[in-house]
């Protein structure tokens, strides 16, 4: 009861005594608990000695006798460290571009007149229209074109320009005082100069936003590096999970692939767990992403 | 003479009208090439992979091969035909509108509720909307590798668990009747924290003062909820209904993983019907065709969202 009372401490005094919304909450904290039990189970699993047996597999309660032989089976099998790397490899290459791309766009919409801005400020915006996970296919053959098929850049280039980065920057750069900017212009600085030591250092919140949603979004992607890469050694870790996971299926070995999932997921999870509140607020302005 | 190229064309001094405009045009452009140099980066890859692309799905949509190592040749609107004809894309079409009322309605329900639950921010509350929110960190492969094992056939989490009360075990991932619906759940799972997000960000407008007006002219939860909560919340309903319509279409890593579409196509979506065209039957006339039909289909949501993203973007 005093728990309760805790909760709600900050309600409305005159809707402290209704019960719906204390059943939403409670109805809200079961269902948070079930959302939990396929990472419980993953940690469980991973842990778990293949001597306790498949029947023991989905046992929720954890293991007696705790081994680590799941992480280095899959470490193993997996080639793991070497998807790490592409993965990383790809999420900061298309990053550094796009941070390029970005802010000079952004700038261009934010503090320069030039003719034709609103079509191109459509352009921009038809991007996000057109959810580029469709245009595979067109994507593919291009990339085939380029001489890029099976390449690490090959899998980067369709995301170096985007729209969803240049309005933020716009917004950004838009709230920032043109006073600064003058004042720095008497003083003889470039257009460059300008953005590279008023606009960006001044922006950092929102190039950190825009760092956070891109580089989980390439880190999640599946189906475009799937249809790009063709060499075992170049694929990222989605892929190589997918590709493991089917051969672990195979022989039953469910520790391992839960040790593997932990793998892929974990640098994600713990740099959530660390910036938390920042992971938020920039998925709520990702929604047009 | 090309009229692309107005500098080429034969201005003479005794044409001075024109000549004015072609001044004052050439003047503007001039004023506007920094902002040009500075978007040219971002225009040259939206150039090659959007409109670009765009322009290739039309044009491959108009092209076929008899044999893998044949030439192309025109052959018209017949990969479209071809496509609309093949009851495999039906099928998909179909799976893909169940599949996109199936995750969209469940998951913006629970979304509200969650929202409803933890709109006031206190360390509890965190924890629990973090709980929620893990799902969307992850890559939807490593999600399917753990439903894998919890839509096992008798050894799995669901069976271990609840299957034991059921008369008959159901095979979740291989009846092609239930098939879809184990697909949903992950989705379902995965989405409804994000969904979250936007209805916190939404109730933040209902303005407190009104709610406990409402409560001492004796309104209940569900009539402050019904009507100030939600006319309040219609602006975030749109927004996350076309975002997860569009999630419906375009996530599609899960299928790949745990059905390949099967068994007997009962989990086959449209854009792994695409997949598989492209890749596995390597053709591209017909897989770009149904990229055309599903981007043709996409365009009244798309101008929705096209709408609501410029209201929010604020317009140039």
Known sequence: ?289 | MSLAEPAALPVAASVAPRLHVLKRFSSRFKASLPAYLLLLPSLIFLALFTYGAMGRVFIDALYQRATPKAPVRFVGLDNVNAVLADPAFAGAVINNLLYAVGTAIPSIALALLFALALARTHAVNSALRAALFLPVLIPMVAASALFLFIFLPNVGLLDHYIGRLLPVLPNWLGDPDIALYAIMVITIWKNAGYYMLFFLAGLQAVPEDVMEAAHLDGAGPYQRFRHIILPELKPTFLFVIVIATLNAVTQVDHVFVMTKGGPSNATNLVLFYIYQQAVEHYDIGKASAATLLTLAALMGLTALSFRTMANREGGP
Request: charged share 15%.
């Open chain 1, 1 to 289: 009861m005093k728990l309760i009372d805790w909760l709600l401490k900050d309600a409305p005094l005159a809707t402290r005594r209704e019960i719906t919304p204390k059943l939403g909450f409670l109805l809200t904290v079961l269902l948070a608990i079930v959302w939990l039990i396929p990472f419980l189970w993953m940690g469980v699993a991973t842990l778990r000695p293949a001597s306790d047996g498949i029947n023991a597999m989905a046992e929720l309660v954890p293991s007696l006798k705790p081994t680590l032989d799941n992480i280095r089976d899959a470490w193993e099998i997996g080639d793991f460290p070497r998807y790490t790397l592409n993965t990383t490899f790809i999420c900061t290459g298309i990053l550094l571009v796009q941070f390029v791309t970005i802010t000079l766009a952004g700038f261009a919409f934010a503090r320069l007149d030039f003719a034709g801005k609103t079509l191109i400020f459509y352009l921009f915006l038809m991007q996000l229209m057109l959810v580029p996970v469709l245009l595979i296919v067109p994507n593919l053959t291009l990339v085939a074109q380029l001489g890029l098929y099976d390449t690490l850049t090959g899998v980067m280039m369709p995301f170096f320009a985007s729209a969803f980065g240049t309005f933020l920057m716009r917004q950004a750069f838009e709230a920032i005082p043109t006073e600064l900017e003058d004042a720095a212009r008497i003083d003889g600085a470039s257009l460059f100069q300008r953005i590279r030591h008023i606009y960006v250092p001044l922006s950092m919140p929102s190039f950190s936003a825009f760092a956070i949603i891109s580089v989980t979004s390439h880190w999640n992607d599946f189906l475009w590096p799937l249809m790009v890469i063709n060499s075992p050694d170049k694929r990222p870790l989605t892929v190589g999970l997918s590709v493991f996971t089917a051969t672990a299926e195979g022989t039953q070995a469910w520790g391992t692939i839960a040790a593997g999932t932990l793998m892929v997921i974990a640098p994600l999870l713990i740099t959530f767990l660390i910036f938390q509140k920042r992971f938020i607020s920039s998925f709520v302005t990702s929604g047009i992403k």
